[in-house]
């Protein structure tokens, strides 16, 4: 098991930035792909971003590109996603996951965390 636990959502205006963190206990972390998705309200969850355990091959959704940034510490146990220019359209509550390999983490992760709510003003 992996126990994930988000931090660091909040009230932005648009244009502005925030860096999520999560928080990795339980098995070895450094072994699992992380990603992050998101869920807007009456939509479907979404994938955001992901990275390999080695940190060499990261993923993005298109329209995040150049704005988004995520990143891993294994030796703290912790993912991040830096967000910049934040647009309302990010409005959403952002998850963080964990899978075995790339694949599965941006396909069908296998542990999730609760969720942080970012808010994005116009």
């Known amino acids: 098991q992996v126990q994930l636990v988000e931090s660091g959502g909040g009230l932005v205006q648009a244009g502005g930035s925030l860096r999520l963190s999560c928080a990795a206990s339980?098995?070895?972390?450094?072994?699992?792909?992380m990603g992050w998705f998101r869920q807007a309200p009456g939509k479907e969850r979404e994938f955001v971003a992901a990275?390999?355990?080695?940190?060499?091959?990261?993923y993005y959704l298109d329209s995040v590109k150049g704005r988004f940034t995520i990143s891993r510490d294994n030796a703290k146990n912790t993912v991040y996603l830096r967000m910049n220019s934040l647009n309302p359209e990010g409005t959403a509550v952002y998850y963080c996951a964990a899978g075995e390999t790339d694949d599965s983490v941006v396909g069908g992760p296998q542990f999730w965390g609760q969720g942080t709510q970012v808010t994005v003003s116009s």
């Open positions: 339980g098995r070895t972390f450094s072994s699992y792909a």
């Open positions: 990275i390999s355990w080695t940190s060499d091959n990261t």
